[in-house]
């Protein structure tokens, strides 16, 4: 059977950390470290198939209908996207739009915390520029990241969105299924459709926003029970590492009841609330962190994992900040680390080549943010050209090309290392294969070191006997009341039960 609907379909992704010392560039949506390649056209349909993101679960579940493909792009989290960057896409897209006749409907797979270098809200002024050319009617429906920072003039353009109910967001490609079914309903649906935004009043940390744990669990599995009740209810909690006033969590339903609609927000509304004091960051000091998982991997017979959230490329920070390696070699501790992002690094491995002994400059590249450059000296063991399949349940499926890769063994003595792997396209670690592609089991290793917050849970929290979040320098910050931001909305929170964001007084 197929729906007589001509629909155009598009992705443009991209979560932007406004604190990161680094803009995004146009390169950087051509060639992202493992994510989609900027695409145009039919090649999408082979491109973005059969991995876990949100287009893919679009074409699956929308096969019924006479699918256009239009452009899609994505790239490593990081910077402000240059303006350069965002009109080429939107550009790409709009010319799709206007080239492929008579569209009876339009899905997008976004973000929802794109911020370029003139607007703040980089998925609303995609949207509005849509609706410039397509006028007010035509039903436009988008997936979101659950870290959107979601504006209510965003939800003004667009008829219905979707958001993933999982961190790690092990649901990507499950929300463009979502999204398929949620634009079927919009087009063949005969009675109006109301739609109720809501914002929550507080900032909740990165580290505290895991669906595998408390208060995310709980929140979801509530909102997933009031499906029945509305067409669509969703949920983000938002992206801290964002100055900008809709920054934080936000809720979204839709449904042919307005009563229903507005009484279901309000109940998800009022249930974050009371759950506020929950959003727990979990962050030890970086020293302490090793130390304990020093020993407790003593007595452990799985690897113990520790987290460097706040150089998570996954969130726009570097990933060449030092400071763990720093305190793993002062502490003489041995483990396995990575990904760190040193192209010359990574190069100089190459030159040097497999069994050499090198010294070498690694990170610096951010001083302000990161701390200067660390001196190792090692052998180098083993050398890749990045690229490989992630098999992990978050990044299935996706073609990694994270270039030039190095894995260096440090001598700590009494026959102890510590293994360093080096890449030159920024990723963060969320995947085993990171490891395994390059020779190292991370089964094998009683210690290791990801640089990511959540996304790494989905595949290493299984093998693993303990997790720990620690605190060292990077540009993704953890604390929320840290942060210093100009530009929220008043009245919002710093952090579950933290003060009021005041504007700084000039
Ligand atoms: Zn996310």
Not at 116 to 139: A, Q
Not at 441 to 461: C, G, M, Q, R
């Amino acid at each position: 059977m197929s729906l007589n609907y001509r629909i155009g379909f598009a992705g443009f992704q991209h979560e932007t950390n406004t604190f990161a010392p680094f803009s995004t560039q146009f390169k950087d949506f051509e060639s992202p470290g493992n994510m989609v390649p900027f695409t145009v056209g039919d090649s999408i349909k082979k491109e973005c198939s059969g991995q876990n993101i949100p287009i893919s679960g679009f074409m699956e579940a929308g096969s019924e209908f006479d699918l256009i493909p239009l452009s899609y792009a994505s790239a490593e989290p990081g910077g402000l996207v240059s303006q350069d960057a965002f009109d080429r896409i939107s550009d790409s897209i709009l010319n799709g739009i206007e080239n492929a006749g008579k569209l009876d409907g339009l899905y997008f797979d976004l973000h929802g915390a794109m911020v370029t270098e003139m607007y703040d809200d980089g998925e609303e002024e995609l949207m509005k520029r849509v609706r410039d050319l397509v006028g007010p009617d035509l039903p436009i429906v988008t997936s979101l990241d659950l870290h959107g920072n979601i504006s209510p003039g965003f939800i003004n353009l667009v008829n219905a969105t979707t958001i993933y109910r999982t961190y790690p967001h092990v649901d990507m490609a499950e929300t463009g299924k979502r999204a398929a079914i949620l634009l079927k309903t919009v087009l063949t649906t005969t009675k109006p459709i109301f739609k109720v935004f809501k914002q929550a009043n507080f900032i909740p940390p990165v580290t505290s926003q895991s669906t595998m744990r408390e208060p995310g669990r709980t929140l979801y599995n509530k909102l997933e029970a009031l499906d029945t009740n509305v067409i669509s209810v969703d949920m983000a909690f938002g992206f801290a590492p964002a100055d900008i006033p809709n920054c934080g969590i936000s809720l979204f339903v839709c449904g042919t009841d307005k009563n229903e609609a507005e009484k279901t927000a309000q109940f998800m509304l009022d249930e974050i609330h009371s759950s506020e004091s929950l959003f727990d960051d979990h962050l030890i000091d970086g020293d302490q962190a090793i130390l304990k998982a020093h020993e407790l991997s003593k007595s452990a017979n799985k690897p113990i994992i520790i987290a460097d959230p706040q150089d998570n490329p996954g969130a726009g920070a570097s990933g060449d900040s030092t400071g763990l390696i720093s305190k793993l070699l002062k502490h003489k501790i041995p483990a396995l680390v990575g990904m760190f992002w040193d192209p010359d690094a990574a190069e100089a491995c190459h030159n040097a080549g497999v069994d050499q002994k090198i010294t070498l400059d690694i990170g610096g590249r951010f001083p302000k943010e990161n701390g200067p450059s660390l001196k190792i000296t090692g052998i180098v063991k083993n050398l890749s050209d990045g690229r490989f399949t992630c098999k992990g349940p978050y990044s299935f499926g996706v073609n990694a090309n994270l270039g030039k890769m190095a894995a260096i063994h440090v001598n700590l003595g009494l026959e102890s290392e510590l293994i360093i792997v080096l890449g030159s396209n920024r990723a963060q670690n969320a995947d085993q294969a990171i490891f395994k592609h390059i020779g190292y089991d991370p089964k094998d290793h009683s210690i290791i070191v990801v640089k990511s917050a959540i996304h790494f849970l989905a595949d290493y929290e299984p093998i693993s006997h303990a997790v720990l979040f620690a605190e060292a320098p990077g540009q993704n910050p953890v604390k929320v009341d840290k942060i210093s931001y100009t530009k929220l909305r008043l009245g919002v929170r710093l952090g579950p039960n933290g003060k009021e964001f005041k504007p700084v007084q000039t």
